[in-house]
């Protein structure tokens, strides 16, 4: 299981990097496994503020959809627009091409509420 330290994460198997007040925001490599083939990124609040635990969009596998929710609050400044073409890429490279939104914060206090990768792993694990 491929969980980086570098990486925040939530209980919502979200990943969240953050540089210069802007988080990168996708699904854990565990999610992904998870749901399986995705098929479909959907996120229709580019240019949206929203708050922690809204949905910001859905992923769409073979067998399910599940919605993706906010990490933390601030507005949606940019989409992975490649995966509308190649959603794959979720599955393939969760922390790196299979990006999904980028976020610019509004409350940088909100970071600590996240999980640690080894927080994240014991989550995981049951």
Known sequence: MNIPTELKYTKDH???????GVATIGITD???GELGDIVYVDVDTLDD???????????????TVSDLFMPLSGEVIEFNEALED???MVNSDPYGNGWMIKVK??????IASL????????LIKG
Do not use: C, H, N, R
């Open 49 to 63: 503020t929203l708050e922690v635990e809204e949905v910001f969009g859905s992923v769409e596998a073979v067998k």
């Open 86 to 88: 190649e959603p794959e």
């Open 14 to 20: 979200e990943w969240v990097k953050i540089e210069d």
């Open 105 to 110: 914060l509004s409350d940088d206090s909100q």
């Open 30 to 32: 565990f999610a992904q």
């Open 115 to 122: 999980l640690s990768a080894e927080d994240y792993q014991e």
